[in-house]
């Protein structure tokens, strides 16, 4: 065989393990899932010992605190990213400064969500509640969104950036009307993602939303949301259909979040589409 | 049409000086062709022209442009304002990721036009300067990114002609199109010839020939010689101009 096949072949054959392994998860989650579903388990409250319990308030919570947490922090991480490639000086301090943003990264989420705690619900007397865990979902996201969104801004040629300059346009017009506009499709494809990883979190909101559920959704009502919900019933749940349960949770919070990245890749496709990028990028 | 005026211009990068006391004059409504070898300083000239050798770091200007008399290396300037009056295409022409329409009506609207029969207006005036109009109409709304890029140059010349500009800098505005687009934007220069002062930057010695009503040789940041265009290409006065035309260069 020619080398080039040789590799070829390790590389889809790794390709096809890992897709395997992903597929297996999905598949044992619908097993479970599917086994006893039925659609009032979306509209039902949990119930604690009995079986039949539903998500509704955890839907509810999961869909609200990432949308809040993305207002919070979308805004002000953007602001962050634009200030980064736009208006920062050239100098060495800026460079670890956004060293700095991408280390905050790796900072494990359950580090976050205990400094939250610590000033929320220890400090201020905050209840574990789905105000607490937005909060830390945004905190969460804040560096994700700078480092981000500073790197598609920074993919806009500079010849656009200067290009506009040159019309007499100032910075903060060119940003506005020419750089957000020119990342947008980007910057969407990316906020699937990032609504992804937050619809996903546990460790952050464990100890700032709590494992409980309210009667109302409110903003100190705790907010336990669908992948707390899961770990919760995975580990300690006490009801009969426990497996199934975790597993139907599972499933709708892998259909939410996979939702959210094909919908904002289609979004995102539908605008380069009519901005005919892709048709024909020429000269 | 803006008279421009260098008076012992430099432009450092950093240590590197990319020109070196250049002093000429241009008068209102004539084409400038500025040739030379690459990295002669030939940009940087008309980069300094809007202040947009500013935007690169380190970089440094010493001397005194006006610009109908008024001196716009002065630290008071206003940035905004003085690239509206002194407009610029690029080598690679810049479409930006919108609409035939919103490309050419992007700087009215910076400057605030808003009604919408003005800028349609402003729009089809500017299309039709650039020769651009009888390509487009009725495809307005379609994305500037689906022109060829001599279309695309052409929308750019529309762009910058629609804020009204005194003046108009041509940073090798047809090196990378092919010889029929490069054509009629040579046409178009011709055409812009007395109502606006234009400066053109080419390695098309021809096209120099053909387009200016002067010519400016650099060579290693200086202006090595400036004059009529007939003269420079058939009586240089400088051995080096000389040797420049004649391809003994390098």
Known sequence: MKRGRRWYAVSAGITVVALAIVLWVLLLLAKDGLAGWHWSRLTRFPRELRSGGGIAPELVNTVSMVMLAECFSAPVGMAVAVWLTDYAPPAAWVGWLKRVLIGFQSIPAIVVGLIVYQTLVDGLGWPLSVGSGTIALAVLNLPAVAVLGATVLSEVPGRLREGSLALGATRIQTVWRLMLPAALPALIDQLGYSWARLAGETAALIFTAGINVGPRWGWFQPGETLAVHFWYVRTEGAMPDWRMVAAATGLVLVTITAGAVLGAKLWAARILAKRGVGVSERG | ?250
């Not at chain 2, 260098?6 to 062709?33: H, T």
């Not at chain 2, 300037?77 to 690679?92: E, H, K, P, T, Y």
């Not at chain 2, 041509?170 to 046409?187: F, Q, V």
């Open chain 2, 1 to 250: 049409m803006a008279a421009i005026t260098m008076e012992r211009v430099s432009v450092w990068y950093g240590r590197v000086k990319a020109l070196n006391d250049v002093s000429l004059e241009v008068e209102p409504g004539s084409v400038l062709a500025l040739i030379g070898p690459s990295g002669c300083g030939k940009s940087t000239l008309l980069r300094v022209l809007n202040r947009l050798v500013e935007r690169t770091p380190a970089a440094r200007v010493a001397g005194r442009v006006l610009i109908d008399g008024h001196d716009i290396l002065a630290p008071d300037v206003d940035l905004a304002l003085l690239r509206r009056r002194v407009g610029m295409i690029f080598q690679r022409p810049v479409s930006f990721p919108f609409s035939i329409f919103d490309n050419v009506a992007y700087g009215p609207r910076l400057h605030g036009m808003k009604n919408p029969h003005q800028l349609r207006r402003v729009v089809e005036g500017s299309l039709k300067q650039a020769a651009l109009w009888d390509e487009v109409r009725g495809k307005l709304r379609r994305p500037a990114h689906g022109l060829s890029g001599g279309q695309q140059q052409r929308l750019a010349l529309a762009r910058a002609l629609a804020v009204n500009p005194e003046a108009i800098l041509m940073d090798e505005p047809t090196s990378s199109l092919d010889p029929g687009s490069a054509a009629r934007i040579e046409e178009l220069v011709v055409h812009l010839k007395g109502q606006y002062t234009v400066l053109i930057v080419t390695h098309n010695l021809q096209q120099a020939a053909r387009v200016s009503d002067f010519t400016g040789f650099l060579d290693r940041g200086q202006l090595i010689e400036l004059g009529e265009t007939s003269q420079i290409f058939t009586a240089p006065r400088d051995r080096r101009t000389e040797a420049y035309l004649t391809g003994q260069f390098e």
